[in-house]
């Protein structure tokens, strides 16, 4: 509200009329400023939310893979030494070894 000590009438009707619209005007600009501050903020968590979603897939999707392989490549073959160092192997690249070593304990029955 506008208001003038000497003059109680130092602004028209008119001018009430422009002044209230501006000041419509400005409040809503400022809203509109909050509302888009905020969507922006959110659109920043859920970029981050789905960043680090799709890191945690692609993980799950590569170890998925690596058990497929080893599945693919154990069951390719009846030989039990090549089945265990084609196992070795692949551990020893899913686990970034530069060598790997296995020992087998052959159990035979008590008679």
Same mark, same amino acid.
Not at 67 to 87: E, M, P, Q, W
């Given at each position: ?36 501050? &905020?969507? !922006?903020?959110?659109?920043?968590? @859920?970029? =981050?939310?789905?960043?680090?979603? /799709?890191?945690? *897939?692609? &993980?799950? !999707?590569?170890?998925?893979?690596? @058990?497929? =392989?080893?599945?693919?490549?154990? /069951?390719?073959? *009846? ?8 196992? @070795? ?23």
């Amino acid at each position: 509200m506008l208001s003038d000590d000497q003059n109680s009438r130092a602004f028209s009707m008119d001018d009430q009329r422009v002044l209230s619209t501006v000041a419509a005007q400005i409040a809503v600009a400022i809203q509109n400023a909050r509302l888009f501050k &905020q969507t !922006r903020e959110f659109t920043a968590d @859920l970029e =981050r939310a789905v960043n680090q979603r /799709t890191i945690e *897939l692609q &993980q799950e !999707r590569d170890r998925i893979d690596f @058990l497929y =392989r080893i599945t693919t490549g154990l /069951t390719s073959s *009846l030989d039990t030494d090549l089945v265990l160092k084609r196992a @070795l192997d692949m551990m020893a690249l899913a686990v970034d070894a530069t060598w790997a070593l296995s020992w087998v304990w052959i159990l035979f029955p008590i008679i």
